[in-house]
């Protein structure tokens, strides 16, 4: 077992994370941010952003067959949501864990649908399932000049 051969073999992956209208109307906006700021991941873009109804269309396109889609896309489109895109070795996965389970009442205390949410077609945020998916979705939701390249002062901090 070589652990810095391990090392060298994590991967830098982007993830589209969503505060969706409900979070906004609610208040969650800055708590959301916060988790994901907090554990230490980077963040690359961030808009508050009215998703028109093709859009919401095109980002939930593998659910399109399902009795739900109509209601999910009313909801999408509903209010402002705020667009968001993070930067970090594992974050799609870990990101998925901060979020928790799609079913609010199925997710962990501590999680942010566990702890802000109690009903799956309110879970007040989305993140990308996949790597490949985060940059599907980066790539939907932000134009080009939206996603800034920096370092932040924190990351000899966060990682040996
Ligand atoms: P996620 O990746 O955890 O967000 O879950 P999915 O990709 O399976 O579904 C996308 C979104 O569709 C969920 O976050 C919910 O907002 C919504 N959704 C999923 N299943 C249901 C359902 O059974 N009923 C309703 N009303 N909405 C659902
Ligand atoms: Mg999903």
Redesign the pocket.
């Known amino acids: 077992f070589l652990p810095h051969l391990v090392a060298s073999m994590e991967q830098v992956e982007e993830t589209y994370i969503m505060v969706k209208p409900d979070g906004v109307q609610r208040g969650l906006v800055g708590e959301i941010i916060s988790r994901f700021e907090k554990k230490g991941f980077k963040l690359i873009g961030l808009k508050l952003f009215q998703c028109p109804q093709d859009l919401a269309e095109e980002h ?1 396109i593998d ?1 399109k067959a ?1 009795s ?1 889609y109509p ?2 896309i009313d ?1 999408i489109t509903s209010g402002p949501v705020v667009c968001m895109a993070w930067e970090g070795i594992g974050v799609v996965a870990s990101a998925r864990k901060l979020i928790g389970s ?1 079913n609010p009442l199925q997710a962990e205390p501590g999680t942010i649908r566990g702890d802000l949410a109690v009903q ?2 309110r ?1 007040v945020v ?2 990308s ?1 996949s790597p490949e998916n985060g940059k599907r979705e980066i790539a939907l939701w932000f134009g080009e000049g939206e996603i800034c390249e920096w370092t932040p002062a924190q990351a000899p901090w966060l990682r040996e």
């Open positions: 939930y659910l399902k739900f209601k999910l909801y799609t799956t077609g879970n989305h993140g399932d």
